[in-house]
């Protein structure tokens, strides 16, 4: 098994920044990819950036290209995601995942591990 945990959201001003970490424990040997998604009361969850565990191509929803900077830290089997000139419209509850095999980076059904989430609230 996989246990994921997030951290580091928030209440922020637009404009600002904040800096969403994930760390991975247990099985975490045959991780194809790690990335994040969020989502809103009453809405399906979104794709926001991924990136491959190994290689590192990294992978961004449009909404968020330019602003959010996916990384990670292979040693401490951690996965980042620096969010920059934030707007209200990001607020949601982020959350982190893990792929283990092959297939759309985007679709949530692809992804095997979910943390618990961390709330990010963005204010105008």
């Known amino acids: 098994q996989v246990q994921l945990v997030e951290s580091g959201g928030g209440l922020v001003q637009a404009g600002g920044s904040l800096r969403l970490s994930c760390a991975a424990s247990g099985r975490t040997f045959n991780m194809n990819r790690m990335g994040w998604f969020r989502q809103t009361p009453g809405k399906v969850r979104e794709f926001v950036a991924a990136?491959?565990?190994?290689?590192?191509?990294?992978y961004y929803a449009d909404s968020v290209r330019g602003r959010f900077t996916i990384s990670r830290d292979n040693a401490k089997n951690t996965l980042f995601l620096q969010l920059n000139n934030l707007k209200p419209e990001d607020t949601a509850v982020y959350y982190c995942a893990i792929q283990i095999d092959s297939g759309s980076y985007s679709r949530e059904s692809n992804y095997d591990y979910w943390g618990q989430g961390t709330q990010v609230t963005v204010s105008s």
């Open positions: 990136l491959t565990w190994n290689g590192g191509r990294t």
